[in-house]
Structure formats: structure tokens, C-alpha cells
């Protein structure tokens, strides 16, 4: 090769599971996920939810097995509740990354 004949990249891998994607602008926040289910090759549901609010300030997305992320999803929410029971704030977002 040289460099007015680079070599092509190899073929792109696409791994298979759930896609999130979140993006921070003026605004606000995006956050956008995939919404198929699937069990190996066999699609389960193609209009799962998979953002899911923690509380009116974060949210969550799931993927992986759905039973650990319903028992994450609640633990989260349950824990976010305690800091703002504790901080005597529903509108705190400042310790959101202090959860788990």
C-alpha cells in the first residue's frame, strides 16, 4: 500500500444486543434505544420500553435479561428516593451519580 492507495478498513462487525444512545444540548437531553426484545434469533416483543425514569430528573435504559433490569430499574428508583428523603429535595439531580 502507499499512501495514495491506503488500505480499505476491514468489514464492519455489528455485535448484536441493545443500542442506547444519549446526547446532552442547550436544551435538554435525547435519549433513544432500540425497541425489540429478542430470546436468541427470536424477537419476543418489537415495541419494548427501554427508557425508563428514575425519578423527573434521570432516566434509565435497560438491556441484558429483563428480570436484573426490572430489579435494577427499582433499585435505582428506590435509592434515588432515599437521597432526596435525606436531602429534603425532590428536585436534586447533583447526586444521581452517587446512586448504587
Known sequence: TSPLNP???PPLEFAHGTTTLSFLFKHGIIVAVDSR???G???G???TQKVLPIDHHILGTMAGGAA???YWI???RSEA???D???NNSDSIGDGNEIG
Open 7 to 9: 488500505t480499505p478498513p
Open 37 to 39: 426484545a429478542s430470546i
Open 41 to 43: 434469533t427470536f424477537v
Open 45 to 47: 416483543s418489537k415495541t
Open 68 to 70: 436484573d433490569c426490572s
Open 74 to 76: 427499582r433499585r435505582i
Open 81 to 83: 428516593r432515599v437521597l
Open 85 to 87: 428523603l435525606e436531602n
